[in-house]
């Protein structure tokens, strides 16, 4: 079983507030991934990291932008909440490799009023 | 344009019988293929997979077939049980980049008593 946690697992908020999204995994993978997921959707990805202090954006724009200081942490932060932002945050964790198997936590409901 | 689809929103099996979910791909580059299930409010949870020096794999009750020359895999329960209703995803890791994942948009199979 994957040990891959998020903070909120459900947040509703006004427009315009700052938010963090928290992930962090404690099998000490070296990837790790942020998808989005619409209802009836699939889901895409929007940041991922190899590792320490690499970042990169997905294939869906968002204007989030993502944080790794540390190997088990990967925070996700919108600066500004609109509703557009509403939607399901999947976070993901993979040891790098060749065909390896990505382990998804929980997700956030995000909610923008 | 999606690379990893799945025709049927929806399935309804019997207790006992067989459920089979069907999966299509567009790129034949694809070398290995996951299945993930996922409930209400929950991230998806890795399932089996299947690389495509096979055409088959079985864990259990699961079951994935691969037809790479018809670009397209099933995933086969038997016999399916009422804990087996949830939304049940293929996807592929892209081959470059950042080996993110292309999910399908789901089949949302429920599992009569």
């Known amino acids: 079983e994957a040990d891959i946690y998020q903070t909120p697992r459900y947040l509703v908020i006004g427009t315009g507030k700052k938010i963090t999204l928290e992930c962090s995994q404690t099998?000490?993978?070296?990837?790790m991934y942020w998808y989005q997921q619409d209802p009836g959707m699939e889901l895409h990805l929007i940041h991922y990291s190899y590792g320490v202090n690499s970042t990169e954006k997905g294939d869906l724009s968002s204007e989030s932008t993502v944080s790794r200081i540390r190997t088990e942490h990967f925070p996700l932060t919108l600066e500004s909440a609109r509703p557009s932002h509403t939607s399901q945050y999947l976070c993901a964790s993979s040891e790098p490799g060749y065909q390896e198997t990505q382990y998804f936590g929980p997700g956030t409901r995000l909610l923008v009023l | 344009d999606q690379q990893v689809k799945q025709n049927s929103p929806s399935l309804s099996v019997q207790e006992g019988r067989i459920s089979i979910l069907n999966c299509d791909y567009t790129?034949?580059?694809?070398?290995?293929f996951l299945w993930y299930k996922k409930y209400p409010a929950e991230g998806p949870t890795f399932l089996i997979s299947?690389?495509?020096?096979?055409d088959k794999n079985e864990d259990g009750r699961f079951t994935v077939f691969l037809n790479k020359s018809a670009k397209h895999l099933s995933l086969h329960i038997v016999p399916s049980q009422p804990g087996d209703s949830a939304v049940y995803f293929c996807a592929a890791p892209s081959i470059i980049g950042a080996n993110n994942l292309f999910f399908g948009t789901g089949t949302r199979l429920t599992v009569i008593p």
């Open positions: 099998m000490g993978h070296d990837k």
């Open positions: 790129n034949s580059m694809f070398d290995y």
């Open positions: 299947i690389s495509s020096i096979k």
